[in-house]
C-alpha cells in the first residue's frame, strides 16, 4: 500500500471516531437524526446493558442462537434468536415470521428489560410481539435492507446496542437513496418511525473487541417489532 492510501485510512479512522454527525444532527433532548432514524445515544447505563444481557442469555438458552441462510441460499454472518409470540427467520422458504423457533420450540417471552426500553421510546401503546437478536461475531455484518416482513407497517421498529460498536448506516425509501452513518455504542437505542419506517438500513462492520460487555467480544443488536 502507498503512503498515500495508508494516510487516507487514517484519515478516515480519525474522522470516524470523532463521529461527526453529532456536530450537525443533535436533536432536542440528545437524540440524534440520521436520515429520519431517531438515536437515543446512551440510553442505558452498564447494570441496565448487564442485566439485559443476563435476559438474553435466558433467551438463547431457550432458543439458541442460528446461522440462517438467506432464500437465495447465502449463510448470513449474524447468528439470530428471537423472543416472544413470533419470530423472524429465514432459509430457502423465505423470510418470515414463525411461531417457532428451528428446533420446535415455542419462542420465550420478550424479557422485561427489553420491553421496558419500547414502553419508553416508541411512542405507542401497543407492545412489540416480536423481538430479534442478532449476534455479530468478529467481521459480521448486515447488509443493507428495509424491515418489511411485519403486517403493518405504521408500527416502529426499536433497536438496541449492546458490547462493541457497530457503524450503522441508514438512507431512505429506495436503495439507491443517499446514506448516512454513525457508529452505534452499546447502550444506544434507535428508532425507525414514521417516514424513516421502511428506510434501507444495515451495519457495515463492528468494531470488534472495542467493548468488555461481552466476555469474548462481539455486538448483540435487539430489534424489536410488532410483526403481526
Ligand atoms: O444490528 C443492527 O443494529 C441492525 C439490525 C437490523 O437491521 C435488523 O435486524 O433488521
Known sequence: MGLQAVEAGLLLQFLESFSMVDLFDTVPGGRV??????????QLDRDAQLTMLEDLRAVANAAPFKQYKTPGGHKMSVRMTAAGDVGWVTDRA?????????????????????????????????????????FYGEGAKMNLHQDKDEADHQWPVVSISLGDPGLFRVGGDARSDRTKSRWLMSGDVAVLAGDARLAFHGIDRIKFGESDLLPNGGRINVTLRVAQ
Do not use: F
Not at 437524526?33 to 446512551?42: K, Q
Not at 427489553?114 to 442478532?134: F, Q, T
Open 94 to 134: 423465505g423470510y418470515r415470521y414463525s411461531p417457532r423457533h428451528k428446533d420446535g420450540g415455542d419462542w420465550p417471552d420478550i424479557p422485561t428489560s427489553i420491553l421496558k426500553v419500547w414502553r419508553l421510546v416508541s411512542g405507542v401503546e401497543r407492545d412489540p410481539d416480536s423481538c430479534l437478536v442478532n
Open 33 to 42: 437524526d440520521l436520515n429520519g432514524a431517531v438515536i437515543w445515544p446512551r
